[in-house]
């Protein structure tokens, strides 16, 4: 496929504009450019047809399978998006909500919100919620701030650890460190879990927090759950749940009732909202009785028939303009209500099948990294395959060639050669089958001619990248 830059022809417009009839804006002269810039000369038809077919490239959830590890590239009902749509929810100005004048005008938002984080508080076990942080690691950074904000107020000065397992996400250590935390990593066992005995260890009065992924990222529940926070509660440290893999266990157990103080929703995974790639996010929190004081403000109250703003006494101030990505919070709110209660189980039940499904019929090609069964994500390595000469990312790369879009490879960090693979509550059988049927033919090849594979992808417009390259070198504009 061409560039549109090279379909550029001298003169050839979409649009000709009528000369100004207005004076030119007058602009600093440091703001303006020194030449024009470089852009094609293209027709119309030109850029439709150009970034039509560009977009047809592109892996996504509504044209591929999306087996995609931690970032749930999940079910995205178009009911939501029609509800975000909505001019009442996309065109309403923010700043409507800060002008008492304008109270009256967003009252149906302001509902929307307090709503919502009701329903996050009584889906976590927890007392109140709040939409605020924009995405995952910054909902970690909220709770991680909240419980240094509780040992402040309470004069536990001493307080300065926060204990992370190794199987917890990658970003846990980041945001308690920029807390202001020291972190002590927590090993697991042979068989995945944390090791309650050097957990046990770990814990002393200067540990002000634990951060836990329950399942963790080998994709097992931690079944010592319930012991980790009776330690952590024995020494006035608070429990944190990273809420990524919450879509295993929603509807069928609370954070809030394991023994967690704090936690963060993947609005955006969890409940609706494409991500991945760039994509909006909503990290939602939600704190139990010794955090509500100082939640993120200022929050939506009920007063009186009407909504207003408020904000708690010893509140860590905002986290977020206004209430956060707006619109995912709406997304998620149209999401909930069309499961509700009773359907939200049957989420958890599905993706907890479907990642059993697929471990079950590639055990006998892969080596699953843990015995027994996984909650909604299952993990394999590809320690094997590698000593034939064909690593996970050759695999990852195989199976853009047979269309699916590649799991997450190399994470967890504990894993050798990991291949993640979360299938998500919402695939069909024929789905997963075609899936499993791509991953074991590739598994023939590794044992057939592993070099082959060395060379994937070969059926996309781009071949294999320097992927490191990519990552580190952004300046990829045209300079002509």
Do not use: W
């Not at 990524?244 to 995974?269: E, S, Y």
């Not at 200022?298 to 206004?322: H, N």
């Not at 909650?375 to 050759?394: I, N, P, Y």
């Amino acid at each position: 496929m061409r560039l549109i830059f090279e379909k550029s022809r001298k003169g050839r417009r979409a649009v000709t504009f009528e000369p100004l009839d207005v004076p030119p804006a007058c602009l600093p002269e440091e703001l303006r450019r020194k030449k024009a810039a470089t852009l094609p000369e293209v027709g119309e038809f030109d850029v439709v047809r150009h970034f039509t077919h560009l977009s047809r490239r592109n892996f996504g959830l509504d044209s591929h399978f999306y087996p995609l590890g931690s970032c749930t590239m999940k079910y995205n009902p178009k009911v939501a998006e029609t509800v975000a749509a909505e001019p009442g929810f996309a065109a309403l100005h923010p700043h409507l909500s800060s002008e008492e004048a304008y109270a009256a005008a967003c009252q149906g938002a302001l509902g929307l919100v307090h709503e919502l984080e009701r329903i996050l508080a009584e889906v976590g076990g927890m007392r109140a919620a709040c939409l605020q942080p924009m995405a995952g690691a910054h909902g970690e950074l909220a709770g991680a701030l909240l419980i240094a904000a509780y040992h402040r107020d309470r004069g536990n000065t001493g307080k300065r650890v926060i204990l992370v397992p190794d199987s917890a996400h990658g970003t846990n250590p980041a945001s308690a460190a920029m807390a202001g935390f020291d972190v002590v990593e927590i090993p697991s066992t042979p068989a995945g879990l944390v090791d309650v005995e050097k957990f046990r260890a770990a814990m002393n009065e200067n540990v002000a927090g634990v951060m836990l992924t329950c399942p963790n990222t080998h994709g097992l529940f931690e079944p010592d759950v319930a012991e980790i926070a009776a330690m952590a509660h024995a020494v006035d440290a608070l429990l944190y749940y990273d809420g990524a893999n919450l879509n295993a266990i929603v509807g069928k157990c609370r954070p809030g009732d394991l023994g967690f103080d704090v936690m963060h929703f993947n609005l955006h995974k969890t409940f609706a909202t494409p991500h991945g790639m760039g994509g909006p996010g909503s990290g939602a929190i939600a704190v139990g009785e010794k955090l509500l004081d100082y939640l993120p403000g200022p929050r939506v109250v009920e007063r009186d028939g009407a909504f207003a703003l408020e904000t708690p006494p010893k509140s860590i101030g905002r986290m977020a303009p206004f209430f956060g990505n707006f619109l995912i919070g709406v997304r998620a709110y149209a999401y909930l209500r069309h499961y509700g209660g009773d359907g939200l189980p049957a989420v958890a039940e599905n993706a907890v099948l479907n990642a059993n499904y697929v471990l079950a019929r590639l055990r006998g090609a892969y080596q699953p990294a843990f015995a027994g069964t996984c909650m909604h994500e299952c993990v394999l390595t590809a320690a094997a395959q590698a000593a034939k000469g064909a690593r996970a990312l050759d695999i990852a790369k195989a199976l853009l060639d047979r269309g699916c879009h590649a799991p997450t490879v190399y994470f967890p960090l504990t894993v050798k050669e990991c291949l993640m693979i979360e299938p998500t509550e919402t695939e069909s059988l024929e789905t997963l089958d075609a899936f499993c049927a791509d991953m074991l033919e590739i598994a023939q090849l590794v044992d057939e001619s592993p070099e082959t594979l060395r060379a994937a992808p070969v059926t996309l417009p781009v071949s294999r990248l320097d992927e490191v390259k990519a990552a580190k070198d952004l300046n990829c504009a045209s300079l002509g």
